[in-house]
Every structure is written in structure tokens, then in C-alpha cells.
């Protein structure tokens, strides 16, 4: 499969845990995305990455939320001190370059968070 | 938030019969993107439109970007069990992240 992978798929925590996702981009695709969906909403951007250097971050991207991309391939998004208002699915997405016309992003499967 | 209007939220309709949805923005953008989201699953791209007034099919699928460049509509025909989920279109800012409509969702009644 040579799709966008995310691991784990589910991840249920304590309220003030921290949490750590990871996610593989599609082979040579420079670059990043960091999504969040809650229920009944689209998917809001969180941060980017060119290779491994973080481009922009969303508001959204609280101090607690930190995305490396330490070799320009895999990223994590480590959340620290999880709160309630926390639990979403947490999507990653890449694309093949930057600049040109085509912006089209590929999706994950997601990891969904629950915290109790 | 959301910066993108998009109707309706939900569809009810028989297998078989045709479907529009749309989007419409105050902004001009210069993509507009379709994906479908299972439950469950990550968002799978439809279709790509980047010209103003590009009318693109992908098998029962067709998609327009409006002339305004504020606007796109999603049609499917012929309705099957698999279309069932929800339905986001989606535009570029500055070619890099995304912003979303609040999704359609399609229920089909067999």
C-alpha cells in the first residue's frame, strides 16, 4: 500500500496523559499536513511542513500541541496534558510538491482520540 | 472556522436518482477540491478543478468550478448503496492547507 499511513487508528487516554501519532507520507511527497475533525464539522488545518521544516501552524495549535518532521519523511503530533475538548480525529495528509497548480492533498485513515 | 457554505447539509433519496450539492464562498479561490469521507476513514479525493467554468467527470461524479471562481457544485447520477457517506468540498489558500465545507451527507434509502 503506497497510501498516507497513521498509527495508531484509535487511541483512548486519561484526561492529562500525553499522546503521540504518528504519520508516513506517500513516498516523495515534500509535503505535510496536520488535520483535526471533530463530529459533524470538515476537517481544520492544524500545520504544515515543507520536507522537515514546519511552515505555518493554525491558532488551533495550542502550546500543548507540538509536530516534528525530523528527516522530512514520517511526523508526529504530540499532545501534551490531553484535555477533554481534545478527543477528534486527528488526520494527516500529503502532497506531492510545492508551488504549480495542482494542490491536491491524499488523505490517511486518521487516528481517532478519545479522552476520558 | 468553516469558511465555506455548504448545501445541503444532508440528502435523503432513492437508489437510482441523481444528486447536486454545492459550495459557495465569499472569497475567489483558485482550486476547489471534492472528497468523500467514509465513517470512519480519512477523506478520499474525487476530483481536482482549477480553471474557472472546468466542468470534470469521474465516472458517475461531474464537477464544476463557477465562472465567479466563488462557487463549485458536485452532481452524481444514478445513485448507488456506496455513494452513502459524507461529501466535503474543500479550497486551497495559498496552495498549501485546505479549508472545508461543513460536508453533505448522503443517505440512500434502498
Known amino acids: 500500500d503506497t497510501g498516507v499511513s497513521q498509527n495508531p487508528r484509535h487511541k483512548i487516554t486519561k484526561r492529562g496523559q500525553n499522546v503521540t501519532f504518528r504519520c508516513d507520507p506517500i513516498s516523495e511527497h515534500n509535503r505535510l499536513y496536520w488535520y483535526r475533525q471533530t463530529l459533524g464539522q470538515g476537517p481544520e488545518f492544524l500545520t504544515y511542513f515543507q520536507n522537515e521544516a514546519q511552515l505555518e501552524k493554525s491558532r488551533l495549535l495550542s502550546d500543548r500541541f507540538s509536530a516534528e518532521r525530523p528527516k522530512g519523511s514520517f511526523s508526529t503530533l504530540e499532545i501534551q496534558r490531553t484535555e477533554q475538548g481534545d478527543s477528534a480525529m486527528y488526520l494527516c495528509?500529503?502532497?506531492?510538491?510545492?508551488?504549480?497548480?495542482?494542490?491536491?492533498?491524499?488523505f490517511g485513515p486518521g487516528t481517532r482520540l478519545t479522552v476520558l | 472556522g468553516q469558511q465555506l457554505n455548504q448545501s445541503p447539509q444532508s440528502m435523503f433519496i432513492q437508489e437510482g436518482e441523481d444528486v447536486s450539492m454545492n459550495c459557495t464562498s465569499s472569497?475567489?479561490?483558485?482550486?476547489w477540491l471534492w472528497y468523500k469521507q467514509d465513517p470512519g476513514e480519512g477523506p478520499v479525493l474525487l476530483i481536482a478543478?482549477?480553471?474557472?467554468?472546468e466542468l470534470t467527470s469521474n465516472g458517475r461524479l461531474t464537477a464544476q468550478f463557477g465562472i465567479t471562481r466563488k462557487d463549485s457544485f458536485l452532481n452524481i447520477s444514478a445513485s448507488i448503496p456506496s455513494d452513502v457517506g459524507i461529501y466535503f468540498c474543500?479550497?486551497?489558500?495559498?496552495?498549501?492547507?485546505?479549508?472545508f465545507g461543513q460536508g453533505t451527507r448522503l443517505t440512500i434509502n434502498p
Open positions: 474543500a479550497e486551497t489558500q495559498g496552495a498549501q492547507k485546505l479549508v
Open positions: 478543478l482549477y480553471k474557472a467554468g
Open positions: 472569497s475567489i479561490f483558485n482550486t
Open positions: 495528509a500529503s502532497r506531492l510538491r510545492a508551488g504549480g497548480t495542482y494542490n491536491e492533498q491524499f
